[in-house]
């Protein structure tokens, strides 16, 4: 049979292919082809000769039904920071590869959380809206702190939260970090001090959120958590929206117990418009857009294209999460 790769991303996806893959990989006469699938029906008419399978959107296609439906499937990839569209315990049980591409918009992320942390902390969409609005106030801009040497929180100090504490030594701040699966020697590389979450909580001028969404941190910042947290606080948000409970946050913006507070992802997405988040004007809210950059996209295609290679060369290919079923007789 032909080797195929197809990428059957669900809709108008942000990062779309950049054009030259199917000639790169024609180089390893490999095919590649691109639909929009929104069905699992779809997916089956479209898939059934590929070998691998790339997805782009969180909306879960690969399920079981679906890929026990495709003898040929010998790996998925979601083509994103997690595999969340692809039902990984199925793809294991039948053989199947699943694979992600978690690296490549790591810059832009932690890029976005400074950029939201300033934003909010100088409350620059308020400013913005208020001069447009032929508003030239600048009390608009009460109450803003000075970041230099002010303690800053990071809660998850993997790739995207070390490259943010990178970011941010210009400032010279006290950088902390709670974080339960890495060693303090790990975090001091990046100048940074391991604690407790209460002692996060207690201490920082600002958090930043970089901890994957697990059962563990479903509302990891909840009711509790802001009751305990240092008044004035500015809160940026850029790994998963159910990580805090949203309910919780807006009750403490309006106490004034978070000053600020720049969002890019929601409990719910898109975020609904009659969201009480909408009427806060010390929130800075972006659409989930953290891993958009032209070079991100670039780097995500790239990816993807020699982890298909690797595939088709019989290699174990990076960012695989199933490795065991390298001896699956599927894959022999
Ligand atoms: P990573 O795996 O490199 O780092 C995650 C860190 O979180 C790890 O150090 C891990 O030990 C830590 N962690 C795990 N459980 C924790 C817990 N209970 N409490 C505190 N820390 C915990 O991942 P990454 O590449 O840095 O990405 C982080 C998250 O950012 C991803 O899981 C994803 O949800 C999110 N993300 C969002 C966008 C976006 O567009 N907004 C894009 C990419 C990634």
């Known amino acids: 049979m032909d080797k195929l790769a197809v990428l059957i991303d669900h809709d108008g996806a942000l990062l779309e292919p950049e054009g030259w893959e199917a000639g790169y990989l024609a180089q390893y006469d490999i095919g590649w082809q691109v639909y929009r699938c929104r069905s699992e029906d779809e997916v089956l008419r479209v898939a059934a000769n590929a070998q691998v399978i790339i997805i782009q959107t969180t909306v879960p296609l690969l399920t079981m039904n679906v890929l026990s439906r495709l003898p040929n499937c010998l790996c998925t990839v979601r083509a994103g920071a997690g595999y969340d569209s692809i039902d990984y315990t199925s793809a294991t049980e039948l053989g199947i590869m699943v694979c992600y591409t978690p690296t490549y918009c790591t810059d832009e992320v932690a890029d976005h ?12 969409s308020r400013l913005d809206s208020g001069v447009r609005a032929g508003a030239f106030n600048r009390h608009l801009a ?3 702190e000075g970041l230099r040497g002010a303690t800053i929180g ?28 890495i060693s303090q020697e790990y975090a001091e590389q990046y100048g940074v001090m391991l604690v407790s979450l209460d002692e996060l909580l207690r201490e920082a001028d600002a958090l930043s959120v970089h901890c994957p969404l697990t059962p563990e941190t479903t509302h990891l910042l909840g009711w509790e958590q802001f009751r305990k947290i240092k008044p004035g606080v500015v809160l940026v948000n850029t790994a998963r929206g159910p990580i805090i409970d949203e309910a919780a ?12 507070a720049g969002l890019d992802v929601f409990e719910q997405e898109p975020l609904p418009a009659d ?5 806060l004007d010390r929130v800075v809210l972006t659409p989930h857009i953290s891993a958009t950059s032209t070079q991100a996209r670039h780097k995500l295609y790239q990816l993807i294209c020699d982890l298909i290679v ?20 599927r894959q022999r």
């Open 154 to 181: 990071i809660i998850g100090l993997g790739r995207i939260g070390s490259a943010f504490a990178r970011r941010l030594q210009g400032w010279q701040p006290r950088l902390l970090a709670y974080d339960p699966y």
């Open 113 to 124: 959380a400074v950029t939201l942390l300033l934003a909010a902390n100088r409350h620059v």
């Open 249 to 260: 946050l807006v009750q403490a913006i309006k106490d004034n117990i978070v000053r600020a």
């Open 142 to 144: 009460a109450p803003t």
């Open 275 to 279: 969201s009480p988040l909408i009427q």
């Open 310 to 329: 690797d595939v088709f060369a019989h290699k174990q290919p990076p960012f695989l999460v199933n490795p065991a079923v390298m001896q699956h007789p």
